[in-house]
């Protein structure tokens, strides 16, 4: 009989049904239960865990932050390694290296962590997301237009494989698992039950500018926005949100830029649009506490919500992709639902490290519909469903972090690196232990 330094329960046990949906973001969960859940203590109970499952017959199925928008660590006939008690952050001035724990959350733990340092870390805009799945699809986080992938900067990783056995990944060590882990995400043959995060220096002076533009100028402002966003440089994010302002009865367009050190020149660009003279309202370089940043994220992705999302990475002129996006930004099904349309053209116009993550364009476009209640779920289903046909045609592929392809299967790596995923897969975990991806996707 396995025993476990932390909790274990299997199906009916009392306290089951708790564990087995506990920290799960999305309110609207799916019946879908695990066998069993362990709350590992440590990476001993981790390898013991995943021993057991295989000695069950179950698979193996991992929560850190529970963000995961379909929440993909339900599975049935499985067992739930939830990792919630890996919370060690551990910082290295001598490498300017932190350790982190993956139900770390990146905004609300690690961020003022590492601010105590003067250091920072690109982690995920909504500050409650947990690192473990955030890393593990390759990691939008802050400015990640011009700092990269936030998986680019994980320098190695503890890994409990498919065996039981807990080893260290690196560029160096067990390199084809370091390989898979940044990009695979939901699909990783392994548990990480620790990352070494390279760090940066801490930015010193943050602005924000802002223009936001009635609906109805849509058309216009897209298709200036698909353009002289190459002009911005890669010291700002860059945003074009359609979203519904608290007591507005309509959307708006918002050109939302965050300029990291770089002074009010940085977002010189979005003056230049032919209607910016029409905002309904405009701030140029204001500065901004990131804690407000974080908190706007906050009120944009509410607790207790019932969440459907997805996305795509574009490609295609202005004309073929203005009308496609335009009714994704100006009739939204819920008032609290937003559409993102980001640009990553810095990030793209360098060479993206060798790792699984290798789908991508410079353009990223993300639909966020949140409803209050199951009653409307149907309708923002049907929302996000018509608004992803009209896109799709254009999609090179999606981020999994934002994709539920049980509904959508796009691609989420190139042919080369799918390939390569499959074989170290088969290698690595020939049985097929870990529960893998929830839908497949259109390799
Ligand atoms: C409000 C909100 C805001 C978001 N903002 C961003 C953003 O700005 N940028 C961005 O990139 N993404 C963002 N996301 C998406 C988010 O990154 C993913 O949902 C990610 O999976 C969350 O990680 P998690 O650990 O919290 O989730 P979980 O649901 O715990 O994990 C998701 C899956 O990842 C795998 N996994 C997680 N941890 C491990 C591990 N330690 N070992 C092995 N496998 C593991 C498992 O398959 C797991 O089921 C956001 C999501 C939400 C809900």
């Given at each position: 009989?396995?025993?476990?330094?932390?909790?274990?329960?299997?199906?009916?046990?009392?306290?089951?049904?708790?564990?087995?949906?506990?920290?799960?973001?999305?309110?609207?969960?799916?019946?879908?239960?695990?066998?069993?859940?362990l709350?590992?203590?440590?990476?001993?109970?981790?390898?013991?865990?995943v021993?057991?499952a295989?000695?069950?017959?179950?698979?193996?199925?991992?929560?850190?932050?529970?963000?995961?928008?379909?929440a993909?660590?339900?599975?049935?006939?499985?067992?739930?390694?939830?990792?919630?008690?890996?919370?060690?952050?551990?910082?290295?001035?001598?490498?300017?290296?932190v350790?982190?724990?993956?139900?770390?959350?990146?905004?609300?733990?690690?961020?003022?962590?590492?601010?105590?340092?003067?250091?920072?870390?690109s982690?995920?805009?909504?500050?409650?997301?947990?690192?473990?799945?955030?890393?593990?699809?390759?990691?939008?986080?802050?400015?990640?237009?011009?700092w990269?992938?936030?998986?680019?900067?994980?320098?190695?990783?503890?890994?409990?494989?498919?065996?039981?056995?807990?080893?260290?990944?690196?560029?160096?060590?067990?390199a084809?698992?370091?390989?898979?882990?940044?990009g695979?995400?939901?699909?990783?043959?392994?548990?990480?039950?620790?990352?070494?995060?390279?760090?940066?220096?801490?930015?010193?002076?943050?602005?924000?500018?802002?223009?936001?533009?009635?609906?109805?100028?849509?058309p216009?402002?897209?298709?200036w926005?698909?353009?002289?966003?190459?002009?911005?440089?890669?010291?700002?994010?860059?945003?074009?949100?359609?979203?519904?302002p608290?007591?507005?009865?309509?959307?708006?367009?918002?050109?939302?830029a965050?300029s990291?050190?770089?002074?009010?020149?940085?977002?010189?660009?979005?003056g230049?649009?032919?209607v910016a003279?029409?905002?309904?309202a405009?701030?140029?370089?204001r500065?901004?506490?990131?804690?407000?940043?974080?908190?706007?994220q906050?009120?944009?992705?509410p607790?207790?919500?019932?969440?459907?999302?997805?996305?795509?990475?574009?490609?295609?002129s202005?004309?073929?992709?203005?009308?496609?996006?335009?009714?994704?930004?100006?009739?939204?099904?819920?008032?609290?639902?937003?559409?993102v349309?980001?640009?990553?053209?810095?990030?793209?116009?360098?060479?993206?490290?060798?790792?699984?993550?290798?789908?991508?364009?410079?353009?990223?476009?993300?639909?966020?519909?949140?409803?209050e209640?199951?009653?409307?779920d149907?309708?923002?289903?049907?929302?996000?469903?018509?608004?992803?046909?009209r896109?799709?045609?254009?999609s090179?592929?999606?981020?999994?972090?934002?994709?539920?392809?049980?509904?959508?299967?796009?691609?989420?790596?190139s042919?080369?690196?799918?390939?390569?995923?499959?074989?170290?897969?088969?290698?690595?975990?020939?049985?097929?232990?870990?529960?893998?991806?929830?839908?497949?996707?259109?390799?």
């Amino acid at each position: 009989m396995t025993s476990f330094t932390g909790a274990f329960w299997r199906g009916g046990d009392t306290g089951f049904a708790d564990a087995a949906t506990s920290r799960l973001f999305n309110h609207r969960l799916p019946s879908r239960r695990p066998a069993a859940v362990l709350r590992a203590a440590d990476a001993a109970d981790v390898a013991a865990g995943v021993r057991l499952a295989a000695a069950e017959g179950w698979k193996v199925a991992v929560r850190s932050g529970g963000h995961s928008w379909p929440a993909w660590s339900l599975r049935e006939d499985t067992l739930l390694v939830d990792l919630a008690l890996f919370t060690r952050m551990a910082y290295d001035p001598a490498d300017a290296t932190v350790a982190v724990g993956p139900a770390v959350r990146g905004g609300l733990d690690l961020d003022p962590y590492l601010a105590e340092h003067g250091r920072f870390f690109s982690v995920g805009h909504s500050p409650t997301v947990g690192m473990g799945g955030f890393l593990l699809q390759g990691g939008i986080g802050w400015n990640c237009r011009g700092w990269g992938w936030a998986a680019e900067s994980v320098e190695s990783m503890d890994v409990v494989t498919a065996a039981g056995d807990l080893v260290r990944c690196s560029e160096t060590e067990n390199a084809d698992l370091f390989w898979a882990a940044r990009g695979a995400g939901p699909g990783f043959f392994g548990v990480v039950t620790e990352f070494r995060l390279r760090t940066r220096p801490r930015f010193r002076e943050l602005t924000q500018s802002t223009y936001v533009y009635p609906a109805d100028l849509a058309p216009e402002v897209l298709t200036w926005y698909l353009s002289a966003r190459r002009e911005v440089p890669p010291s700002v994010e860059l945003a074009a949100v359609g979203c519904t302002p608290p007591g507005a009865d309509a959307p708006v367009l918002i050109v939302d830029a965050v300029s990291f050190d770089d002074g009010p020149a940085s977002s010189a660009a979005l003056g230049t649009c032919p209607v910016a003279g029409k905002a309904s309202a405009a701030t140029v370089a204001r500065p901004v506490g990131f804690a407000e940043l974080q908190a706007a994220q906050l009120r944009a992705n509410p607790d207790h919500h019932r969440y459907f999302a997805d996305n795509a990475f574009l490609t295609g002129s202005a004309s073929e992709l203005v009308p496609a996006l335009v009714p994704a930004f100006v009739d939204l099904p819920t008032p609290r639902t937003f559409t993102v349309l980001g640009d990553f053209t810095p990030l793209r116009s360098r060479p993206t490290p060798d790792m699984a993550l290798s789908v991508g364009t410079d353009l990223y476009f993300a639909a966020y519909v949140i409803g209050e209640a199951p009653e409307e779920d149907a309708r923002c289903r049907a929302w996000l469903d018509g608004t992803m046909r009209r896109v799709a045609p254009a999609s090179a592929g999606c981020y999994l972090g934002d994709s539920d392809l049980t509904v959508r299967p796009d691609r989420i790596m190139s042919d080369a690196a799918w390939s390569r995923f499959r074989r170290i897969r088969a290698d690595r975990d020939p049985d097929g232990l870990f529960a893998g991806y929830l839908g497949a996707p259109a390799q």
